[in-house]
DNA sequence: AAAGAAATCAACCGCAGCCCG
DNA sequence: GCGGGCTGCGGTTGATTTCTT
């Protein structure tokens, strides 16, 4: 079936040569997982050359691979300033706290983390943040109390797990109330992220071609980000997300956003 | 110890937007 | 203004790892 849509799809190509072309010839490419030498030679070249190009760099740089792969595996594993390994809970707050503003835009959510991908964002939303989100009672979609899921009776609870998550070991099944499956099931049944922004006119976002700058300040206990929005116009604005910690607060500094 | 289930994450795919001729 | 090429983004998949029974 595969191989007829394939051959159907060259057939096609062939026959109207104006045809936009596939980003690569997938019949000379590698797939798949990238080996050592690959990656050597991608570093390599990259070292020499810089970024860019990516159409022309597999070729360039002696790899069997599609520019797109190329461009992949340097921006979300190769990058010297890649940070890796698991989120803060700084980062975690404010992983949750863009995603209601901006929706599933990652590559703007994770320009504000510091060595943090676009897809590494991504993954640790579906796995790990969406489900503490429903686990407090609030849908992961459009940031609201959702009323279907049983609110949290004691938040003490709700953020110590969240620390666990986001701690050194891996803890498994932190929220295990729902399984990752059923969750995705639910997702089409709510509304996109930012949507409870368009059902409420007056808490409709201006525009959201934004020029995002977060500062952290930390000082004794407090804690908080500043979030400056800076639309088109060049007209600035100043969010100030009070995630502060201290003992006024026993709630998750995530649910500060929803007061 | 083994099998199955669940979680994680790297990579692929298709589309949209931008840029340039 | 239009069309084509390239890049970047977000959704999704599937292999691998970890946990549970």
Redesign the pocket.
């Known amino acids: 079936m595969d191989k007829m849509e394939e051959l159907a799809k060259g057939i096609v190509c062939v026959c109207v040569g104006?045809?936009?072309?596939p980003?690569c010839d997938?019949q000379d490419t590698?797939?798949?997982?990238?080996s050592k030498q690959e990656d050597q030679k991608l570093i390599d070249y990259i070292r020499k050359h810089g970024e860019?190009?990516?159409?022309t760099l597999p070729q360039a740089a002696g790899l069997l691979?599609?520019?797109?792969?190329c461009?992949?595996?340097w921006i979300?594993?190769l990058r010297p300033d890649v940070k890796?390994g698991n989120f803060a809970e700084d980062e975690e707050d404010l992983i949750i706290k863009l995603h209601a503003l901006l929706g599933?835009?990652?590559?703007?959510i994770a320009g504000r983390l510091p060595g943090r991908t676009?897809?590494?964002v991504?993954?640790?939303w579906?796995?790990?943040l969406r489900?503490k989100l429903i686990n407090m009672g609030i849908d992961p979609n459009n940031h609201r109390l959702s009323q279907g899921v049983p609110r949290p009776r004691n938040t003490e609870n709700n953020t110590s797990s969240s620390a666990t998550?986001s701690g050194g070991s891996?803890?498994?099944?932190?929220?295990?109330s729902k399984?990752?499956k059923s969750i995705r099931k639910d997702?089409d049944q709510v509304s996109?992220a930012g949507s409870c922004l368009e059902d409420d006119p007056s808490s409709r976002l201006p525009d959201l071609n934004l020029d995002l700058s977060i500062t952290t300040t930390s000082a004794n206990n407090s804690h908080s980000h500043k979030i400056c929005l800076q639309d088109k116009d060049r007209k600035q604005n100043e969010l100030i997300m009070d995630t502060s910690r201290d003992n006024e607060c026993p709630v998750s500094p995530t649910l500060l956003l929803f007061r």
Do not use: I, Q
């Open positions: 104006a045809m936009r072309k980003c997938k590698n797939k798949g997982a990238w860019g190009c990516w159409r691979r599609c520019g797109k792969s461009r992949l595996r979300n594993y890796r599933n835009r990652w590559s703007l676009d897809n590494e991504k993954n640790y579906n796995s790990h489900r998550s891996k803890v498994k099944k932190p929220y295990t399984p990752v997702m996109d």
